[in-house]
């Protein structure tokens, strides 16, 4: 199985600021990525699949990048809208196998 | 646009079996090209895919749910359903369902929580 790695934990920001989340794969995953967003007591949101491409209607302070084991998630620009937790999942062995990272949360600084 | 409904018990006692279903608007589940997913995600604590089914009926489980887990699908109705047998406490979590779109779960239902207790 391979295990998706998330960091940090959680991420201190303040409004208006960069963020960068980082999520790290057991083994070489190609760009066959997805990055979700959730909110409290929602369900979660597709931002980006293919390690870079943003999902319908996700705006474009939302960017992924990276290939292989190593990916990043940055937030150009935080907006009140932008804090909530944040999981990496994997979906090169698919079908059958997709893994989740435990995800990173980011709050106001 | 796709929309995705959950609904079932949300009570079930322990060693009993969880039954939900999945309704599907705005799309048809055996126009194809999409597999149908149930993943959960336990009180305050990440997501764990659980398993999908094709309109056809084939299925994939994750491998440490796979004996207890059985997803269906009715065409018909425009459902498919998740059944996980002898649930524990350990089972408690909200569950999604979702529609994937090569791997990735790019329509998810609100979720419905599930408590296991007697």
């Known amino acids: 199985e391979i295990v998706m790695t998330q960091s940090p934990a959680t991420l201190s920001v303040s409004p208006g600021e960069r963020a960068t989340l980082s999520c790290r794969a057991s083994q070489s995953v190609s760009s066959n990525l997805a990055w979700y967003q959730q909110k409290p007591g929602q369900a979660p949101r597709l931002l980006i699949y293919?390690?870079?491409t943003r999902a319908t209607g996700i705006p474009a302070r939302f960017s992924g990048s990276g290939s292989g084991t190593e990916f990043t998630l940055t937030i150009s620009s935080l907006q009140s809208e932008d804090f909530a937790v944040y999981y990496c999942q994997q979906y090169n062995n698919w079908p059958p196998a997709l893994t989740f990272g435990g995800g990173t949360k980011v709050e106001i600084k | 646009q796709v929309q995705l409904q959950e609904s079932g018990p949300g009570l079930v006692k322990p060693s009993q079996t969880l039954s939900l279903t999945c309704t599907v608007s705005?799309?048809?589940?055996?126009?194809?090209?999409?597999?149908w997913s149930w993943i959960r995600q336990h009180p305050g604590k990440g997501l764990e895919w659980i398993g999908y089914i094709y309109y056809s009926g084939s299925t994939y489980y994750n491998p440490s749910l796979k004996s207890r887990v059985t997803i269906s699908v009715d065409t018909s109705k425009n459902q498919f359903s998740l059944k996980l047998s002898s649930v524990t406490a350990a089972d408690t979590a909200v569950y999604y369902c979702?529609?994937?779109?090569?791997?990735?779960?790019?329509?998810w239902g609100q979720g419905t929580l599930v408590t296991v207790s007697s």
């Open positions: 979702a529609r994937d779109l090569s791997g990735y779960a790019a329509n």
């Open positions: 705005g799309g048809s589940i055996s126009s194809g090209g999409y597999y």
């Open positions: 293919g390690a870079s």
